[in-house]
């Protein structure tokens, strides 16, 4: 199973680009990169999706190398409300498996 | 309506107790997932149902029983539980399987006592 690691927290500014990077050394030819947002007492929220090269939407933007070892969340101009924890996880499904599982989430902390 | 909704938003319960957890999409989705939330730590898979068919069980103990009665609908079964499961217990719900953007609901705040 793919197991990612990320930074346990970071701090930033209000106004500036915040890059979150996810370390996947193993992840599976089929996986997909998957970055979640989570606000506290709440569920999960869907951020980005992608498998290699770079994929943007309008919250964010998501950089996989060649060989998909790591990935980098990129979100620009962050505000007050991205304070949030951010999960990196490489979803995949197998025969009669699925991997699904979190990393340990990066804290992100935007200060006025 | 892009909405998962559970019930209850809490729920406190004894080691002897046997409650029910409730999970509601109508989005159309074909995989509901549940997963357990402890403080401070990650959402864990429980539970993957396909096609209202239980895929993968990732060796969760008996006293938790999934039930999914249709496409719509998925349930955990709660009996005989310890303190230690006190925990947010989260459903998702994806358009088919692993590699599909998962809508995650609200949680249920479960105190075992």
């Known amino acids: 199973l793919a197991k990612t690691t990320q930074p346990i927290s970071m701090d930033s500014y209000e106004g500036q680009e915040v890059n979150i990077t996810c370390s996947h050394n193993n992840i599976a030819t089929n996986d997909y990169i998957t970055w979640y947002q989570q606000f506290p007492s709440q569920g999960p929220r869907f951020i980005i999706q992608?498998?290699?090269t770079k994929v943007t939407n309008e919250v964010a933007s998501l950089f996989i190398p060649a060989d998909r070892k790591s990935s980098t969340l990129s979100l620009p101009r962050v505000s007050l409300s991205d304070t949030a924890v951010y999960y990196c996880?490489?979803?995949?499904?197998?025969?009669?498996?699925?991997?699904?599982?979190f990393g340990k989430g990066t804290k992100l902390s935007v200060i006025p | 309506d892009t909405e998962v909704t559970q019930t209850p938003k809490h729920l406190v319960m004894g080691m002897t107790n046997k409650k029910s957890l409730k999970c509601e999409q109508h989005?159309?989705?074909?995989?509901m997932y549940w997963y357990k939330q402890k403080a401070k730590k990650p959402p864990e898979l429980m539970f993957v149902?396909?096609?209202?068919?239980?895929?993968i069980n990732e060796s969760v103990p008996s006293r938790f029983s999934p039930e999914c009665p249709n496409s719509s609908l998925l349930n955990l079964h709660l009996h005989a539980l310890q303190p230690e499961d006190s925990a947010l217990y989260l459903c998702?719900?994806?358009?088919?399987?692993?590699?599909?953007?998962?809508?995650f609901g609200p949680g249920t705040r479960l105190t075992v006592l």
């Open positions: 992608g498998y290699k």
């Open positions: 989005m159309g989705h074909r995989a």
């Open positions: 149902y396909s096609y209202e068919k239980l895929s």
């Open positions: 998702a719900s994806s358009r088919q399987g692993a590699y599909n953007e998962q809508f």
């Open positions: 996880l490489a979803a995949g499904a197998g025969a009669g498996s699925y991997q699904l599982t």
